[in-house]
């Protein structure tokens, strides 16, 4: 059976030649790919994942993300360090992440682009109720973020992945916190929890988490799309949401403790608009709640390419911000 999302796409895919009309690269006082943030309220920065496809086909190498960054006019890079396969497979960690430091900061330096942070997966849960592997997964987080803080980075994002009991996931959530932050502080580096899935997904729990740890360093990630909490299958990100977060409530409730904002796309209509999510009503919560960082660009949508949707993203960034600023 299609998932509802596939059919909705499909249908939008019959007028995709309307959509990019509808995404402009260029106009009266408007070039989309060196649009600047001069008279926005937030800065613009791109989240790597929108490259995963590209990455994990072979068609982008990963250490051309400062490039291609630039190239489409932002500022600022979330790196994603599961999409490093020299890294991640590798048999000597260490010397690979000294590598990928060192690559990374050269690419970023020629491009004149700031790092901001690591988006960190594959490196254990962190809530769940084993003990060793909590033990494990928090020592696994720390080398990530040593790299970090040689990157220049100001966080990492983590994830509360493990029981799926409330209680249970938020003792464990608040431990692994706690000692990641406490760790962290030396680094002078954020760790900061992104909605992604399960109970992250659940905003007032996160909060909860959050608040218990109670460390300035300690923050949120708030995403635009996460919010689902429970899926048919069980699984976090493939079968079709059951039940999902109000996903204005939860970004209204993550806000404060924000130390980045990741935009989340995936269908466009025919006027330019993301169809799940009112990026306008969006930006005016951000806004409100006083942030003026970065807001990164994540498309995760099949409809167009890679490329055209980080463009369609930005442009509505920048088209809605505008009206706000």
């Known amino acids: ?30 070039d989309l790919i060196n649009e600047t943030n001069k008279n926005l309220f937030f800065k613009l920065s791109l989240a790597q994942w929108s490259l995963h496809k590209g990455i994990d086909s072979g068609k982008f190498d990963p250490y051309d993300f400062a490039k291609t960054a630039k190239e489409l006019g932002f500022s600022g890079l979330e790196y994603v360090n599961q999409l490093y396969s020299d890294v991640m497979d590798s048999r000597n960690k260490h010397q690979a992440i000294k590598n990928f430091i060192k690559k990374n900061n050269d690419e970023a330096q020629q491009n004149n682009v700031e790092n901001l942070l690591i988006m960190i997966d594959g490196e254990g849960d962190l809530a769940t109720s084993k003990v060793r ?17 040689q990157m220049g980075c100001h966080s990492v994002r983590v994830n509360l992945y493990g029981s799926e009991q409330k209680m249970k996931w938020m ?18 580096i954020n760790v900061i929890v992104e909605n992604h899935g399960s109970l992250s997904s659940n905003a007032e729990l996160l909060m909860q988490v959050i608040n218990n740890v109670n460390l300035k360093n300690c923050g949120t990630l708030p ?7 429970k899926r048919v299958e069980g699984d976090l990100y493939e079968s079709d949401c059951v039940k999902e977060y109000d996903r204005y409530k939860g970004i209204k409730e993550m806000m404060p403790k924000a130390f980045a904002v990741s935009a989340k796309s995936n269908s466009f209509n025919y006027e330019g608009d993301e169809i799940y999510t009112d990026y306008l009503k969006m930006l005016k919560i951000v806004k409100e709640s006083g ?9 995760e949508g099949t409809g167009l390419s890679e490329i055209d949707g980080i463009l369609a993203t930005k442009n509505l960034l920048i088209n809605k911000g505008k009206l706000i600023s």
């Open 1 to 30: 059976m299609i998932k509802r999302r596939e059919f909705i796409e499909k249908q939008l895919k019959l007028g995709l030649g309307f959509a990019l009309l509808a995404i402009p690269t260029k106009g009266p006082g408007f």
């Open 133 to 149: 592997k909590r033990n494990a997964a928090v020592e696994n987080h720390k080398k990530w973020i040593d790299a970090a803080s």
């Open 171 to 188: 003792e464990y959530s608040s431990d692994s916190l706690s000692r990641l932050s406490e760790f962290s502080k030396d680094f002078n």
């Open 223 to 229: 995403d635009f799309g996460n919010f689902c909490i």
């Open 291 to 299: 942030y003026n960082g970065y807001i990164g660009v994540e498309y």
